[in-house]
């Protein structure tokens, strides 16, 4: 799986997220951020709500979050993977 589609389950690992939120804390451009989403809402991964101009997207595939886990495990990572360095 996409590296920016990992960490974006692991941001939304604690509960929903807005698009906002999650381009900020990248640092990368909008269009990209909804792209990754929108490969993750394909895959049946995710679901979004629109609350006004915003979109918030929750990861609706709970069990993906243990697989995520189990492949840390594996290459002997302790803690989630953290979001690249903006820029």
């Not at 939304?12 to 269009?31: D, K, M, P, W």
């Amino acid at each position: 799986m996409h590296p920016v589609r990992i960490q974006i389950l692991e941001i939304l690992r604690s509960g929903e997220a807005c698009v906002c939120h999650i381009e900020a804390t990248f640092g990368l451009r909008q269009a990209y951020v909804s792209q990754q989403l929108a490969v993750l809402r394909k895959a049946g991964l995710t679901s979004d709500r629109r609350d006004g101009p915003n979109i918030y997207y929750q990861i609706v595939r709970r069990e993906v979050l243990d697989l995520l886990d189990m492949a840390r495990a594996a290459v002997g990572e302790d803690e989630p993977w953290q979001p690249l360095p903006a820029g």
